[in-house]
């Protein structure tokens, strides 16, 4: 028997005006709250928001990314605000003559919003698509991002103390903030003036550590309140992970699952700033991952327990471009393993998943936004959460058991419920989905390699895919070179002398020995270097001696190794070189870097300490002063020769390559090099490590989604490089000739680089008897005769596809997964046949996953349509 029909035209009818209205952009927009929702012109709204921010993707990549996030059910894009970005460069007071009869000249604070910066684009952008925007301003971000998103000058303010009652930072805060909201109000950005802007965020994640800062903590955080409500955005403020938020701020939770979380006041609605969707890399770390089925579960769980607005984070990751990772170690992918990866690719299914679960909680809106939940017991480990309300009722069935299937009546109907799952019911009837049972398809997204391998009378290679010239070289000098270097006795810290100006800071001193000194003998005498972190190089008398790296749990490092010294002056040179400023943490701004001692010469005859030493420092490397990594300028210290050095330490690559034809996104596989930088047209992709392992241990082959996730229970590619992939983004590229500028700090091999597109393989699905019906039929009228079962759907990833090929077809039993299925036991003789009929040469297709069609291969037995197939 066919599921009866959900009647919605009334809901229907108001969403779609509400879409419409928000479309024209130019209507000013009431934005309040209560203790149910955010209410909009007076309807409460059930929203689905995902984070995507603007620095970690390029502006041609910004519309495609928010129409992904559209089509795949988001009604709002949240971003941080950057400040170090915004304002690398404190203000000096250099500025008009001020307008009055003091004559006192007044600062000009220099603000740069251009390119990637651009935040007024990006959320016009946002507009433009027709959703809203949450704008979390801070300043504090965290975001594994450089010293959280504060700029270093703000370190270096007299008498500073960050994220407390300190009248010299919120003077710098309040400045930025205010001029975050001036920028967004002159644009007409915010709801208030019809603009996209519904949301704004103070602080951020405050009270995970605000009890190490005391009574003048809390102070700060009522001072930052009170400030942003003063700022009359006409929107609401929130502030994340702060459970005494004070009013009229909204206090939210950020984590894998907030369905226990419960606001502040009975006047505020539940909100989910942060939905972990995976979690981020680390240099030296395995790659993160988050099944759907989990995150799913996660995002029904909240609406289930009284939930309105919840935001992944993130929806699209994108990458850590320049050298913008924080961590340290924050690797220069920022993937996430979110719904939209970092190329702009939809990651399926995850995507299509996400996407159904949200249409069928929006079927469900007119409940949620009615009342509140009702909660009957199903048994041990499950629930049901009824919203009734006239003739509106939607219901969520959870079964919260990591490890068995449970089956419940509900309402005199018997249910299925798999484990850690929730099925929802938008009539309080029918099931439209189960968050454990996956309908949407799979696509397998790969790297295609493109080869080098014809070499023209010039040098360069010409293959049409990829063109890449021969390598010139340029040697960086070990040790001090330039006329600005500082000397003084003592070790310094790295950030307070460099300001991050570079990753670099060179230590140079040095020792005479007498002839008859036992240091001569190496096996006699060691040097030991203590350091704060995060990666070491030894050289003495200009020559490697060894190295060292912290890693994400800890950056410190000793190292200790013996030495060989000569008669006479011996030069000792450590380069110290940092991976990312900490991000994250009380007091965080104050955790320090670069060698700090002690560093002891010992031998037979006792030990020096060089610590108290006269020492010389140079910040950043020669060749960053040259801008050797600006094509544009051009320097003598480039040498081009058909043979190159390799697997030396510090030196620079140059080469000149063609773009990848087509607009698939591209990238560069650093394998065969150690670590370094790397620029494409003068543009800094990022740091590169490739030669930066995971530990052995800790992956597993297939991670069950049931029970608690955290960020180590998904974890593959151990024993691998954390990182061989970095994105190039398209718009960095131009027709003709293209430039490749590579630092590299320990020792490579340029000729093993390779230029790859990433493009969507093979398309598949696996869909059960057992399955809910299609989540668009619930919803098209047009697709109700079709609503007798479930059916599997597939799509070419791209609008001029067709499916050409069928590489795997099976009815029955079939067990694998994407691009490793095979047939069971039972397995019907015509599913191949029936599925080549139905789905090659059209785009797309949907087949009925029913023994009617393909006939009853094993009577009694639930089974399962399982297809691969191949797009051209």
């Not at 809390?218 to 009359?232: E, F, I, Q, T």
């Not at 295609?448 to 290679?461: H, K, M, V, W």
């Not at 080469?655 to 800094?684: H, L, Y």
């Not at 960020?711 to 430039?739: E, I």
Request: net charge neutral; charged share 15%.
């Amino acid at each position: 028997m066919a599921p009866a029909a959900l009647l919605l035209p009334a809901a229907t009818a108001l969403v779609v005006l509400l879409l419409l209205c928000h479309a024209g952009g130019s209507r000013a927009a009431n934005v309040t709250y209560d203790h149910r929702a955010l209410v909009i012109d007076g309807v409460r709204r059930v929203l689905v928001s995902g984070s995507i921010h603007y620095p970690r993707s390029t502006p041609d990549m910004w519309p495609g990314l928010i129409q992904k996030a559209k089509d795949g059910g988001l009604d709002v894009i949240e971003t941080y605000v950057f400040w170090d970005i915004h304002e690398p460069v404190r203000g000096q007071a250099h500025g008009l003559l001020k307008a009055n009869l003091t004559g006192k000249r007044l600062p000009t604070w220099q603000y740069d919003f251009e390119g990637r910066k651009d935040l007024a684009a990006f959320v016009k952008a946002v507009a433009d698509a027709g959703l809203y925007v949450h704008l979390r301003i801070g300043p504090y971000v965290c975001a594994e991002w450089n010293y959280g998103g504060f700029p270093l000058w703000l370190h270096f303010i007299p008498g500073i103390k960050f994220r407390t009652d300190n009248e010299p930072f919120k003077t710098e805060m309040q400045r930025f903030t205010t001029k975050v909201v001036d920028t967004m109000k002159g644009a007409g950005l915010y709801a208030s003036q019809g603009g996209p802007i519904i949301l704004s965020q103070i602080e951020n994640e405050y009270g995970n550590i605000d009890s190490a800062y005391g009574a003048p903590g809390k102070a700060y955080m009522r001072w930052a309140a009170g400030m942003a409500v003063s700022l009359d955005t006409g929107v609401p403020w929130v502030m994340c992970q702060q459970a005494d938020a004070p009013d009229p701020l909204i206090n939210t939770c950020n984590g894998f699952y907030c369905d226990q979380f419960t606001p502040n006041s009975a006047a505020k609605p539940k909100m989910w700033t942060e939905n972990w969707s995976g979690w981020f890399l680390s240099f030296g770390g395995a790659v993160p991952y988050r099944p759907v089925e989990d995150l799913a579960f996660a995002v029904a769980r909240f609406y289930q327990r009284g939930g309105t607005f919840q935001n992944y984070y993130m929806y699209h990751g994108g990458t850590n471009l320049d050298r913008s990772s924080g961590g340290p170690f924050i690797a220069t992918s920022y993937d996430y393993d979110a719904p939209i990866d970092e190329y702009g690719l939809v990651r399926q299914p995850k995507w299509g998943h996400l996407r159904d679960v949200h249409k069928a909680i929006k079927l469900c809106e007119p409940a949620l936004i009615a009342t509140d939940p009702s909660y009957t017991s199903l048994g041990q480990n499950a629930e049901a959460a009824v919203y009734k309300a006239g003739s509106a009722c939607a219901a969520f069935l959870a079964n919260i058991d990591g490890q068995s299937d449970k089956t419940v009546t509900f309402n005199g109907k018997t249910y299925n419920l798999p484990a850690w799952s929730v099925s929802i019911l938008p009539d309080c009837k029918n099931v439209v989905l189960n968050t454990a049972q996956i309908n949407s398809q799979v696509t397998n997204s790969e790297m295609r390699y493109l080869e080098s391998s014809t070499i023209a009378s010039d040098g360069s290679f010409t293959t049409p895919e990829l063109l890449v010239s021969g390598w010139s070289y340029a040697i960086e000098p070990v040790g001090i070179t330039k006329d600005n270097a500082l000397t003084k006795p003592g070790l310094m810290e790295q950030i307070n002398t460099t300001a991050d100006a570079s990753d670099f800071l060179w230590y140079s001193t040095s020792i005479d020995v007498k002839g008859d000194e036992p240091y001569l003998n190496g096996s006699q005498s060691n040097l030991l270097v203590n350091s704060l972190g995060h990666v070491l190089q030894v050289y003495i008398n200009g020559k490697i001696a060894g190295s060292a790296q912290g890693s994400a749990s800890s950056s410190l490092i000793s190292w200790q190794k013996p030495i060989t010294l000569v008669p006479g002056k011996n030069k000792i040179d450590l380069l110290s070189a940092t991976v990312g400023l900490s991000n994250y943490g009380a007091f965080f701004d104050l955790v320090g870097a670069g060698i700090t001692g002690p560093v002891k010469l010992s031998g037979p005859n006792g030990a020096v300490d060089l610590s108290s030493a006269y020492w010389t420092y140079q910040v950043g490397l020669r060749g960053e002063d040259l801008h050797l990594y600006d094509p544009s300028e051009a320097s003598p210290e480039w040498v081009s020769a058909n043979a190159y050095p390799t697997n030396q330490p510090l030196i620079w690559y140059k080469t000149k390559f063609t773009a990848p034809a087509g607009d698939d996104p591209v990238a560069i596989d650093f394998t065969g090099m150690g670590k370094g930088e790397a620029w494409v047209n003068g543009q800094s992709i990022g740091r590169y490590w490739p030669t930066n392992l995971a530990p052995q241990s800790g992956c597993v082959s297939s991670c069950n989604y049931r029970g608690s996730y955290s960020s180590s229970k998904c974890l593959k590619k151990c024993g691998q490089p954390s990182q061989t992939l970095y994105h190039v983004p398209r718009s960095f590229l131009q027709p003709g000739s293209n430039d490749l500028v590579l630092f590299e700090q320990f020792g490579g091999d340029p000729s093993k680089i390779s230029f790859v597109t990433r493009q969507a393989g093979s398309v598949c699905a696996q869909v059960s008897e057992a399955h809910p019906a299609q989540i668009d039929s619930w919803i098209s009228p047009q697709q109700k005769m079709q609503r007798s079962g479930p059916a599997l759907r597939l799509a070419c990833p791209k609008e001029n596809q067709v499916i050409s090929t069928i590489k795997f077809a099976s009815f029955g039993t079939p067990s694998g997964t994407c691009g490793s299925y095979s047939h069971g036991e039972c397995s019907s003789t015509q599913a191949l046949s029936v599925v080549q009929e139905a789905c090659i040469g059209v785009s797309s297709c949907s087949l009925p996953v029913s023994s009617n069609y393909f006939g009853d291969p094993c009577t009694g037995v639930t089974k399962s349509l399982a297809v691969e197939a191949t797009c051209s």
